[in-house]
């Protein structure tokens, strides 16, 4: 059997936000919601070879295959002409990885990590590549794994990759079941059972959510998404990540960002229904 | 209105064999009328400046035309000591001596109390024999830890807090150097807390070790390094490879055996020993360096021998005659500076601008081969009285002062052309192998860098691993900026440019530089 193999976007060397300890990221191509505030549509659809992005690129660093897009990335200047020319939410600045390649590329930076993190995307998409991969980082390092995961993919999504697992942060969107689908397309059911799955075998590093205007920013919101998880496990670590207009898509980009003063309100109604550990971003 | 010059420190005279000559009476009787009327300089630093005057003014010990003529051209350069030096550049007294026996000679029993000890190490500072500063004052947690449980706890914390203030406020300088480490302590945590409040420009350095310095003890250290860019974080398992256990980390960053001292600190500008080999780098290792070793060494002994031979600084010494400091460990810094500019003068071309330090894999392997060769020209030219180190003058790196206008402290990539952070710490880590009296790396964060020091633990971790000696840990938005190799702050700054006086002489020093190097305040800080 063929390897599979991986569609990333791209990777991070370093960084802080990511799990424990300095860390590695790979964000994966492709995505199973759409997110009303979407900072990164281009990582939501595999590129069709449409061609369209071909022409724009003023660098001339974009050809057509037969079925496919080449990529100069020595030429490439990152203006992303490209994926805002893309009518399909893709980039043609992807890279198809083996499992041995990906892991080829992260042992270089291995000293410098505590361990790697899959993001997106939506990693969950490619589980079977990354159980392989989680499989090569264990067996020849002792960096550990993180996947951070909508959980939309449910339990047996994951179970390949579970002994290669060390850790899932779950981004919950929204805790309202008809706002969550309003929110991200897609139903809470199965992002409930994956946190509940991770929570289980002792693996859930925490849970992070956005907070949104009219969707996760009110105090009954907090109570609600707070109750919820403390009644999973009230050791479980929430980190309030603060929502930011640039850079976001839409009318999204119109809504505000929560204040200092509001997040803190937030921090402190989550500790009061009873979870120890609650901390936001800057 | 334009800016009054501040005179010099001290005053080089043309001929080095002369000294002072009956010509430069009058411009001499000028200097020393400048610093009397300086309005920015206080009592002390104008009685210290007149003291350099003087020494400047006597003849060098003798030394060939060869290494005359670098002095000269500044190829060659000994920093500030003056002409004859009167005492070693640093010593490394064993502290711990003082705190068990006393000392006659200070009139101070052995120390009984938290109290007693801290007083006996503030009196002993006072007479530091050398440098008029005391510029290593103790493994600080491995002095005090047997006496931490000797007042309470909240009193332990009040002593060693006005003990830190004191010693800020009766050594104000950035060159003033505390060990901490490799084990934590009640001690060690209890100074990074009080070091932290206070906001003092003492240096600090943590020998770090995986092995034996507790995480929290070393996450601890690295809030405060984000907080107020220290301690530095030395490579303990790579030093002690060395050094053996004791050795001691004293003024910038400068490694010495404790009980033993420096002699001399005489400096290699390597930009205009390269720009000597003309465009052949092949010619430079393998005949400028070994030809300007042989006078460079010659610098050194000559320097050692007058202190020990003409001055006579061991006898009649409480120090020696009291066991705090030891003949035998005594050595001297050959300290190179500018690798970043002699590398570029050989790589950069105009078909090649960007072929430079930190960026270019060809630079980047001539780095190596020219500190790699240094070390070689030392281990060729022995200086018998650099005993401390095995009979070699021992290598050092040197972080610069204020005239250096076109040179890049140490082995530094320059500030403000750093590459990527692993790139950056994998360029100047080959250069720290043989250059184990002193030298460091300087990696800046920005503020999410404090949400989570363990992830600069990690960057720590995999920079030893790859053979960095020392880093200095900072933030970018940091009140405190690692000018060269000690600290300043920002608001000194903008104080000596307005010309008011400053109680740090370590501050003067540093405005300078900064004016000069404006870029040391424009690193690039690590996104994360
Ligand atoms: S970002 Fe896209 S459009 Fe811009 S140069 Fe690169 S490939 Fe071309
Ligand atoms: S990236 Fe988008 S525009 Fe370019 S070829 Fe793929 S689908 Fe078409």
């Known amino acids: ?282 | 209105m334009e800016k009054r010059r501040l005179p010099e420190p001290f005053m080089e005279f043309e001929d080095l064999r002369q000294g002072l000559t009956a010509e430069m009476v009058t411009p001499f009787k000028q200097h020393v009328s400048d610093l009397l009327h300086a309005h920015d300089l206080i009592y002390e630093q104008k009685r210290d400046a007149l003291a350099a005057a003087a020494v400047g003014s006597l003849p060098y010990p003798p030394i060939s035309a060869a290494a005359r003529e670098l002095l000269q051209s500044g190829v060659l350069c000994v920093l500030g000591e003056g002409a004859a030096p009167y005492h070693p550049r640093y010593v490394a007294p064993d502290y711990a001596r003082i705190l068990h026996e006393g000392s006659p000679f200070l009139e101070l029993k052995p120390a009984q109390t938290l109290f007693d000890a801290t007083t006996s190490l503030l009196t002993a500072y006072k007479y530091f024999p050398a440098g008029g500063l005391p510029v290593f004052i103790g493994r600080l947690d491995e002095l005090l830890e047997p006496y931490i449980d000797t007042v309470s706890p909240e009193t332990a914390r009040q002593v060693l807090k006005s003990f830190w203030l004191l010693v800020d406020r009766l050594n104000p300088s950035g060159f003033v150097h505390a060990d901490l480490g490799p084990a934590a302590s009640k001690t060690g945590a209890l100074l990074l807390d009080v070091d932290r409040e206070l906001g003092t420009i003492t240096n600090l350095t943590l020998r770090y070790d995986p092995q034996h310095t507790p995480q929290e003890f070393a996450l601890q250290a690295i809030s405060n390094a984000l907080g107020v860019t220290k301690p530095y974080f030395l490579n303990h398992p790579a030093m002690a490879a060395d050094w053996g256990e004791d050795y001691v980390i004293a003024s910038c960053y400068n490694a010495l055996p404790l009980k033993g001292g420096i002699y001399t600190l005489v400096r290699l500008n390597l930009k205009r020993a390269a720009e000597m080999a003309d465009d052949d780098p092949e010619r430079f290792l393998d005949e400028t360096l070994p030809e300007i070793g042989k006078n460079w060494t010659e610098v050194i002994a000559s320097r050692a021998r007058y202190i020990i031979e003409d001055v006579r600084w061991f006898e009649d010494n409480f120090w020696i005659e009291e066991g705090l400091l030891d003949k035998h460990k005594f050595s001297a810094y050959a300290g190179v500076f500018g690798l970043a500019e002699a590398v570029n003068h050989f790589t950069r071309t105009d078909a090649h601008p960007e072929a430079s330090y930190g960026h270019d894999k060809a630079a980047n392997r001539l780095a190596e081969r020219i500190t790699t060769r240094i070390h070689e020209v030392l281990e060729d030219n022995p200086v018998a009285s650099c005993e401390g180190t095995d009979g070699k003058a021992c290598y050092h790196a040197q972080v610069g002062i204020t005239s250096d206008l076109d040179t890049t402290p140490a082995t530094r990539v320059p500030s403000g052309e750093e590459p990527e952070l692993y790139e950056h710490i994998l360029t100047e880590a080959p250069t720290h192998k043989w250059i184990n009296g002193g030298i460091s790396t300087i990696l800046e964060f920005d503020q999410t860098a404090a949400q989570n020091p363990a992830a600069v633990l990690d960057i720590i971790q995999g920079a030893f691993k790859a053979g960095i000696r020392n880093l200095s840990i900072g933030s970018a938005n940091s009140e405190f900026v690692r000018v060269t190799g000690y600290l300043i702050r920002r608001a000194d700054l903008e104080a000596h440019k307005a010309e008011k006086a400053l109680r740090y002489s370590s501050a003067a020093l540093g405005s300078g530089v900064m004016e000069n190097h404006p870029n040391h305040l424009h690193r690039i800080p690590r996104k994360v």
């Not at chain 1, 449910?154 to 079941?177: E, F, I, R, V």
Request: proline share 6%.
């Open chain 1, 1 to 282: 059997m063929n390897d599979p193999l991986g569609l990333v976007n791209h990777i991070l060397n370093k960084s802080f936000v990511d799990g424990p300890g300095n860390r590695a990221v790979i964000f994966m191509q492709g995505c199973n919601f759409r997110c009303l505030y979407c900072h990164n549509p281009y990582t939501i659809q595999y590129c069709n070879a449409c061609g369209l992005c071909v022409e724009t690129c003023p660098q001339h660093a974009l050809t057509l295959g037969k079925d496919k897009i080449f990529w100069n990335e020595d030429i490439c200047l990152e203006c992303d002409e490209c994926i805002r020319t893309c009518p399909s939410s893709s980039s043609p600045r992807t890279h198809s990885y083996t499992p041995e390649a990906l892991w080829e590329q992260i042992s270089h930076i291995g000293p410098f990590i505590t361990g790697v993190s899959v993001s997106g995307g939506e990693p969950s998409l490619q589980v079977a590549f990354l159980a392989q991969f989680f499989q090569l980082v264990k067996e020849n390092s002792t960096l550990t794994t993180l996947i951070e995961t909508n959980g939309f993919a449910g339990p047996q999504a994951y179970t390949a990759m579970l002994p290669w697992l060390d850790m899932a942060m779950l981004d919950l969107k929204c805790s309202h079941p008809r706002k969550h689908e309003k929110l991200t397309g897609q139903p809470l059911d199965s992002v409930l059972e994956s946190m509940r799955f991770f929570a289980a075998q002792g693996k859930l590093q925490q849970v992070q959510q956005v907070i949104v205007p009219g969707f996760t920013d009110s105090v009954e919101d907090m109570q609600r998404t707070a109750k919820l998880l403390a009644g999973v496990d009230p050791e479980i670590r929430l980190r309030l990540l603060r929502f930011r207009p640039h850079g976001a898509n839409g009318p999204s980009a119109e809504w505000q960002s929560p204040t200092d003063e509001h997040m803190d309100t937030l921090v402190e109604t989550a500790r009061g229904c009873g979870l120890k550990e609650v901390e936001r971003s800057l």
